[in-house]
């Protein structure tokens, strides 16, 4: 991703043509379109001959791990905005079009503006993202700790497959996806004693 150095930058190189400035601009999409929203719309650009000044279309994402009920881990990305994808892209009447009339965006996000008519609803004005925001959207991508999905809920059953408690069977009491632990009540010596695991110690029963 090249959201720093690509906010900004001017676009356009014929002999004679204005250069204007690429901003980011953030679409909001169908939920779980963002894949294909990118896809159709780098075509579309280039189909529609805005490829020079629809330069960039992003997904920041971060890693991810998901849990499964096994045990077993799934490297996985996780959408930092999902239902949203950022585009960098000189905003003119052609620009706005494509990306408006691509199956699956909802609109811009940007302010609306006021209608004639009080019952019509206002049309969106694009609101370009500042610098401080994309640096702090993809800085975000960047540096964010794996989030880790684990198909687990206070309430549920477990075995214990790792560690000194291997073999113990528990209920789930408190899941730390961010810390890949959670907290299951273990009969120890007849007692229910909390117990805190690592996702990678236990396996979920059915």
Known sequence: MSGEAGQDQPAGDQPGEKRQVARWYAVQVASSCEKKVKATL?????????????LEIEIPQTPGVKLKKDGSRQSTEEKVFPGYVLVRMVLDEDTMMAVRSTPNVINFVGAEERRAT?????????????????????????????????????????????????????EVIEVSGERNKLKALLSIFGRETPVELEFSQISKQS
């Not at 780098?42 to 629809?54: C, H, K, M």
């Open 42 to 54: 780098e075509q579309r650009a280039v189909t529609l001959g805005v490829d020079n000044r629809i």
């Open 118 to 170: 009080a019952r019509a609803r206002g049309h969106i004005k694009p609101r370009p993202l500042s610098r401080q925001e994309v640096d702090r959207i993809f800085k975000r991508a960047a540096e964010k700790k794996p989030v880790v999905k684990v198909d687990l809920a206070e309430g549920d059953q477990i075995l214990v497959t790792a560690g000194p408690f291997k073999d113990f069977q528990g």
